[in-house]
């Protein structure tokens, strides 16, 4: 079965600071992996994907990610992090299940972002 | 931009009752889902639906119960509500590709039940 690691439950950055959001996954075949954040008493906004071609890969408000096969692993990243970017982070993979062609996704347990002034 | 719209954003219900959660999209999306969130319990899947009066268990579907007669509205039922049950719920859509197309979620619904 595949599974999501999000091994920092929370981390806190000075504001203008760099950002990296660590996930690690298992999955028996080729993933496909998303970030996803979530701001207080919202659903949540993805942030952006991998499924295949270039390993890194960009997405919106300046984060991006990096695939690495062989540390199955799924950074996210940030230069320099704003105090808007507070909110909670969640790394996904791509599950595909077999009863009828349907993909859902398994989620790891989240990652709290505090930026401090 | 796809829409997905939960009914409530915050719900009370009594210990017993039946409670329905609904859900809608706007996109034509062949596939809908229904997690729960907890604190340090990430996000559990408890059923999807991948084509109208289809569905199958999530993770953790005991206790709930799903209906999808149109293809754009999902609804979840909890036949008899108990406190464990009490939790936030987020209904997600996406179309049936080989993309990897995400998941598009809607706004949450907080649940409480006494």
């Known amino acids: 079965a595949q599974s999501v690691t999000q091994p920092d439950i929370h981390i806190t950055v000075s504001e203008g600071a760099s950002l990296e959001l660590r996930c690690n996954y298992s999955y028996g075949a080729t993933p496909y992996l998303f970030w996803y954040v979530q701001s207080p008493g919202q659903g949540l906004q993805l942030l952006l994907k991998?499924?295949?071609?270039?390993?890194l890969v960009q997405g919106i408000k300046g984060f991006e990610a990096e695939f690495k096969r062989s540390q199955s692993s799924f950074n996210l990243r940030k230069p320099s992090v704003h105090w808007s970017d507070a909110a909670e982070y969640f790394c996904?993979?791509?599950?595909?299940?077999?009863?009828?062609?349907?993909?859902?996704?398994?989620f790891g347990k989240g990652t709290h972002l505090i930026i401090q002034p | 931009d796809v829409k997905v719209t939960q009914s409530s954003r915050y719900l009370v219900k009594r210990t017993g009752e039946k409670v329905f959660l609904e859900c809608v999209q706007d996109?034509?999306?062949?596939?809908m889902f229904w997690y729960r969130q907890d604190p340090g319990l990430g996000l559990r899947l408890i059923y999807f639906s991948y084509d109208v009066k289809m569905k199958e268990k999530g993770d953790i579907p005991e206790g709930y119960s799903v209906s999808r007669e149109k293809k754009e509205r999902f609804s979840l039922i909890l036949e008899s509500a108990s406190t464990n049950q009490t939790s936030m719920y987020l209904c997600?859509?996406?179309?049936?590709?080989?993309?990897?197309?995400?998941?598009?979620f809607g706004n949450g619904t907080r649940l409480t039940v006494t």
């Open positions: 997600a859509s996406r179309p049936t590709d080989r993309e990897g197309s995400p998941l598009h």
């Open positions: 991998y499924f295949s071609g270039d390993t």
């Open positions: 996904a993979v791509g599950a595909l299940y077999s009863g009828g062609g349907a993909d859902g996704l398994t």
């Open positions: 996109m034509d999306h062949e596939n």
